[in-house]
T-cell receptor, first 114, second 112 residues
Framework: NAGVMQNPRHLVRRRGQEARLRCSPM?????VYWYRQLPEEGLKFMVY????????ESGMPKERFSAEFPKEGPSILRIQQVVRGDSAAYFC????????????FGPGTRLTVL | GENVEQHPSTLSVQEGDSAVIKCTYS??????FPWYKQELGKRPQLIID?????GEKKDQRIAVTLNKTAKHFSLHITETQPEDSAVYFC???????????FGTGTRLKVLA
């Protein structure tokens, strides 16, 4: 049973470009969470999604950031018109049930904005 | 909203000694407290968790204690080894919700 998969592992973008980060949850998991980790800091909740639904996006910046989890395929975190402050590690996690026990983390995508 | 404070931010111990990391939370409705270990450049991995109906939980060299009244919980690592060196994060969550509020992390260094 493969763990949570994220790609790409490293992404370099110039200011103003778009970044697309993908997350495939563990098999059987229908709940996906995205977190952002700035250098030397903790993990900050961004958004929680179930298939085809955004349940809570209270941690996402209001502009330029969006997330989806379509019926088929991975969850996507999209950052438009990236700025240097978006440079961070973005982790997704999945769980079989919401609010019940462990969230399993992916390896993260390290975004660098030049 | 919920806030989780974690101390210390860095901790160095000699191999074989014990390490203790402490967290406090603000929301009395929180009832699930996981601890994650993150090695450099790697994903966070759950090492132990505790629910609010339990005061202590142990797994080999790792233990977690919870004081609901004081809203404190702590991670204890005994007989530390160099491979325990990593950043440790505590988190708090409410059953039936999904949002983990993480502490700011403790960088543990075990000196050989």
């Amino acid at each position: 049973n493969a763990g949570v998969m994220q790609n790409p592992r490293h992404l370099v973008r110039r200011r103003g470009q778009e970044a697309r980060l993908r997350c495939s949850p563990m098999k059987g998991h229908s709940h996906v969470y995205w977190y952002r980790q700035l250098p030397e800091e903790g993990l900050k909740f961004m958004v929680y999604l179930q298939k085809e639904n955004i349940i809570d996006e209270s941690g996402m910046p209001k502009e330029r950031f969006s997330a989806e989890f379509p019926k088929e395929g991975p969850s996507i975190l999209r950052i438009q018109q990236v700025v240097r402050g978006d440079s961070a590690a973005y982790f997704c996690a999945s769980s079989p049930l919401a609010g019940e026990g462990e969230q399993f983390f992916g390896p993260g995508t390290r975004l660098t904005v030049l | 909203g919920e806030n989780v404070e974690q101390h210390p931010s860095t901790l160095s111990v000699q191999e074989g000694d014990s390490a203790v990391i402490k967290c406090t939370y603000s929301d009395s409705a929180s009832n699930y407290f996981p601890w994650y270990k993150q090695e450099l450049g790697k994903r966070p991995q759950l090492i132990i968790d505790i629910r609010s109906n339990v005061g202590e939980k142990k797994d080999q060299r790792i233990a977690v204690t919870l004081n609901k009244t004081a809203k404190h919980f702590s991670l204890h690592i005994t007989e530390t080894q160099p491979e325990d060196s990593a950043v440790y994060f505590c988190a708090a969550s409410q059953a039936g919700t999904y949002k983990y509020i993480f502490g700011t992390g403790t960088r543990l260094k075990v000196l050989a």
